[in-house]
């Protein structure tokens, strides 16, 4: 197995271009749920190419219905009948900075600012969400390749433009291309760790339905006085529909909705409980 301290020891001698490099990632205003920045993704997801190139990935910028998605493809360059093929996903837009007049600093000026408990912090929209993830697994893998010349494995980065907005164009290119990108392993760096100390590993996250619901009641106001009990008032039956989905201890109380769920194991409810 090869040790990881040479490739920590490299990711340390790094650290000030590795910081660099993602504040002029941070510098693109890749808004991608509005038009006006279309050009900012554009040049987003050029960088990031070119970032990938400079690796020795083969990567090139795949037009979807959206913003464009950044491939990269690192081929495994030793011996071995079967190795592992990893596909590593992150997105390179970012949520509106509005208000601005909210910000202290520009959104898309990255600094690093002193908290109240002392510790430095990067201000700019997408450090969190997700050009510093995405930044610190490309800057990860740039430290191996530089100590060990080449990665274990197969590698595959796929840079979406639109996890902000519509994903259904991400759906629709892996769906067009599920061949290539089939995986044995894949990783989402679009989370956080437990705390500044403590990384976590994210194995799951609740997921979103969304649905809209027409209630119709009377055609006009009606005076509350004489109707108020006997004509039905769409809010109260909102209400109601809406508090009856959950039961009093957060359980989902829609029929049929744990069908083919498997409960969780004991021992993942202990270590939730040790948190």
């Given at each position: 197995?090869?040790?990881?301290?040479?490739?920590?020891?490299?990711?340390?001698?790094?650290?000030?271009?590795?910081?660099?490099?993602?504040?002029?990632?941070?510098?693109?205003?890749?808004?991608?749920?509005?038009?006006?920045?279309?050009?900012?993704?554009?040049?987003?997801?050029?960088?990031?190419?070119?970032?990938?190139?400079?690796?020795?990935?083969?990567?090139?910028?795949?037009?979807?219905t959206g913003q464009p998605v950044v491939v990269g493809k690192y081929e495994y360059r030793g011996g071995?009948?079967?190795?592992?093929?990893?596909?590593?996903?992150?997105?390179?837009d970012v949520q509106p900075a509005d208000p601005l007049d909210l910000w202290e600093t520009p959104p898309?000026?990255?600094?690093?600012?002193?908290?109240?408990?002392?510790?430095?912090?990067?201000?700019?929209?997408?450090?969190?969400?997700?050009?510093?993830?995405?930044?610190?697994?490309?800057?990860?893998?740039?430290?191996?390749?530089?100590?060990?010349?080449?990665?274990?494995?197969?590698?595959?980065?796929?840079?979406?433009?639109?996890?902000?907005?519509?994903?259904?164009?991400?759906?629709?290119?892996?769906?067009?291309?599920?061949?290539?990108?089939?995986?044995?392993?894949?990783?989402?760096?679009?989370?956080?760790?437990?705390?500044?100390?403590?990384?976590?590993?994210?194995?799951?996250?609740?997921?979103?339905?969304?649905?809209?619901?027409?209630?119709?009641?009377?055609?006009?106001?009606?005076?509350?006085?004489?109707?108020?009990?006997?004509?039905?008032?769409?809010?109260?039956?909102?209400?109601?529909?809406?508090?009856?989905?959950?039961?009093?201890?957060?359980?989902?109380?829609?029929?049929?909705?744990?069908?083919?769920?498997?409960?969780?194991?004991?021992?993942?409810?202990?270590?939730?409980?040790?948190?």
């Amino acid at each position: 197995m090869t040790h990881p301290d040479p490739v920590l020891a490299r990711i340390d001698q790094q650290f000030t271009e590795s910081l660099e490099s993602l504040f002029e990632l941070l510098r693109f205003p890749s808004v991608a749920t509005d038009p006006a920045h279309d050009a900012d993704c554009l040049k987003a997801a050029n960088w990031l190419k070119a970032r990938l190139e400079a690796m020795g990935f083969s990567a090139s910028l795949r037009p979807t219905t959206g913003q464009p998605v950044v491939v990269g493809k690192y081929e495994y360059r030793g011996g071995g009948s079967h190795v592992p093929h990893i596909l590593f996903y992150g997105h390179y837009d970012v949520q509106p900075a509005d208000p601005l007049d909210l910000w202290e600093t520009p959104p898309f000026e990255p600094q690093i600012r002193k908290e109240k408990d002392g510790k430095d912090a990067i201000i700019a929209r997408g450090a969190t969400d997700d050009k510093g993830q995405l930044m610190t697994f490309l800057e990860a893998s740039r430290a191996w390749l530089s100590v060990h010349g080449g990665l274990p494995f197969r590698l595959t980065v796929l840079i979406e433009g639109d996890e902000e907005g519509d994903t259904t164009h991400l759906d629709r290119f892996l769906r067009d291309n599920a061949r290539e990108f089939a995986a044995d392993a894949a990783f989402i760096c679009d989370t956080e760790m437990w705390n500044d100390t403590t990384p976590a590993i994210i194995t799951m996250l609740r997921g979103c339905i969304s649905d809209e619901v027409t209630i119709t009641g009377p055609r006009r106001d009606l005076h509350s006085g004489r109707y108020g009990g006997p004509a039905v008032n769409p809010i109260k039956v909102l209400s109601r529909i809406m508090a009856a989905i959950h039961d009093k201890n957060g359980r989902i109380a829609i029929p049929g909705f744990y069908d083919g769920v498997k409960p969780l194991p004991s021992a993942l409810r202990k270590q939730w409980a040790a948190l």
